[in-house]
């Protein structure tokens, strides 16, 4: 008899917690909703966090994308005849968002080559380069690779140039996700020369006063654009259709020239020996403005221009992890009550999933979400992808702090409530659940701060964050002290009030309650 009211106001109540998540989820994805895209637009993606000179925001006016890429797909809708719509993704994220149908296609430097053909199709090539060296003024007189035996270089992963170092056994390697980092590093002397695209290295390289270009091109490399594999075939044909006309009008060459990009396998590959007088406008303003000047007011002004950036990736931050945080509580919840109050194989399910999400890591969850269930045709946009994510991995974490709170409320509190002619659901609602809550908020507040830090893990969904704008900040300015000082101060100042309300709650949970008529 016992066991079946126990079964009846777990139900009842599981019943009713899993409404409010479900219902906090449908209010979360109303701000995640994806507007469905005209047919028209052409939609394209690239990571701008940190991808000089490719598709980056402007050292000056963060509100404005640049970049040669940018400029390239701006004169291509135009020979399409077709506006544009740019799409932020991280660079793990750019091909299987591809995949998914988020967007059109991707430019984003990426190189033409078997490993990559495999999984994607190209344009024809829009820019050919080559592999460059870069090392400390100063240094070591390195003109080539040979010269770097038993010297640290550093590179960008699965690049032709890590291809190019695996054949020099006697070079140590250090390979980084960003641009940004390889400088830095050299920079700073944990590496002696850096191997990279010609682009990257004249940007990075070639406008940092401590740093030179040397010795002769390496190699050669090509970029495309990226297409689904099997997918959009009449738009490629578009797209190589108008990149032809981009090389016979002069487009293609005068925007290069305009970012001192157009270089000698240009002229070998589009065969085009003109020489146009087209200043490098976008070149020169890129580099008088990563060398502005120096000093404490123009650093203030500048990171007083970083508040509004910073403030829209807190909103999105606090958003995500509050949706998140609510689901997390709700299904936690109904997750330990099933687990001490429900069937044996209602246990074991809980039980077993309790397991399997505290065992796989967080990102990968996430992805699969995102990526991995429009198979099976769930198609989530990524804020609630990103909340569901979050949430079913903290739900986990939850269960077991209330089912230990639960556990720690003696049987007597029940055995009284009921006395007191309060049914099963009045005595878990009114006695039970409160002071298993009140064992249960400080860590509970705790699991909120720790999930508010790994919301930063949805940028890699196309969700612009927090740690992502700071990404994209430091790696613009090379200042990752300052900026990174702001960033943290934004998420302490997010989590602080979460932290006092949490206290109150554990003093009004700690009063006597009275029970209403």
């Not at 769930?378 to 269960?399: D, K, Q, S």
């Not at 099963?424 to 002071?435: C, D, E, W």
Request: glycine share 8%.
């Amino acid at each position: 008899m016992r066991d079946g009211l126990k079964r009846s106001v777990a139900r009842a109540f599981a019943t009713r917690v899993w409404f409010l998540g479900v219902l906090a989820v449908l209010v979360c994805g109303l701000y995640g909703g994806t507007p469905a895209a005209s047919a028209q637009v052409l939609r394209w993606a690239a990571d701008a966090s940190a991808d000089v000179p490719y598709t980056f925001h402007d050292p000056k006016d963060q509100s404005r994308l640049t970049g040669y890429e940018y400029d390239l797909m701006q004169e291509l809708g135009r020979h399409l005849q077709r506006p544009t719509q740019f799409v932020q993704n991280d660079w793990d994220g750019l091909i299987p968002g591809l995949q998914r149908g988020l967007y059109d296609l991707v430019i984003c430097g990426i190189e033409i080559t078997p490993e990559h053909a495999q999984g994607i199709d190209f344009s024809d090539p829009y820019y050919v380069t080559a592999e460059r060296l870069v090392v400390r003024k100063g240094s070591a007189p390195f003109e080539s690779i040979t010269d770097l035996k038993g010297h640290t270089v550093g590179t960008i992963k699965a690049t032709q140039a890590e291809r190019i170092l695996a054949d020099y056994p006697d070079v140590r390697v250090r390979t980084y996700d960003e641009e940004s980092n390889v400088f830095m590093d050299l920079v700073n002397g944990r590496t002696d020369a850096v191997l990279i695209d010609g682009p990257i290295a004249q940007y990075y390289g070639g406008t940092n006063p401590a740093l030179e270009v040397v010795g002769p091109p390496i190699g050669r490399v090509s970029y495309g654009i990226a297409f689904g594999k099997g997918q959009n075939a009449v738009l490629k044909q578009q797209v190589n259709a108008a990149l032809e006309q981009m090389r016979a009008d002069g487009s293609l060459h005068r925007i290069l020239a305009r970012w001192h990009l157009w270089s000698p396998e240009m002229v070998a590959f589009t065969k085009d020996t003109t020489q146009p007088d087209i200043a490098p406008t976008e070149w020169q303003h890129y580099a008088d403005s990563v060398h502005e000047a120096s000093g404490w007011q123009v650093r203030f002004w500048q990171y007083v221009g970083f508040l509004p950036l910073l403030a829209k990736g807190a909103v999105l931050t606090l958003l995500v992890s509050l949706c998140a945080m609510v689901l997390a509580v709700a299904l936690g919840l109904a997750l330990a009550l099933v687990r001490m109050y429900g069937p044996k194989w209602a246990v074991s399910l809980a039980a077993l999933y309790v397991e399997i999400v505290r065992g796989t890591p967080l990102l990968i969850q996430i992805l699969f979400i995102f990526y991995g269930l429009p198979q099976f045709g769930i198609n989530l946009g990524p804020f609630l992808a990103g909340v569901i994510g979050l949430g079913m991995n903290y739900a986990a974490y939850e269960a077991e702090n209330y089912r230990a709170g639960l556990q720690s409320v003696a049987r007597g509190q029940m055995e009284a409530a009921l006395a007191l002619n309060m049914t099963h659901f009045q005595a878990l609602r009114f006695v039970v659940v409160p002071q298993a809550f009140r064992l249960v908020m400080p860590v509970m507040t705790n699991d909120f701060i720790s999930l508010l830090k790994d919301s930063s893990l949805v940028s890699v969904i196309t969700l612009t964050e927090l740690t992502q704008t700071y990404i994209r900040l430091s790696s613009t300015y090379f200042d990752y002290f300052g900026t990174g000082l702001m960033v943290g101060g934004a998420y302490l100042l997010i989590g602080l009030p979460f932290v006092r309300l949490a206290r109150m709650a554990e003093k009004r949970l700690a009063q006597p309650h009275t029970r209403r008529e």
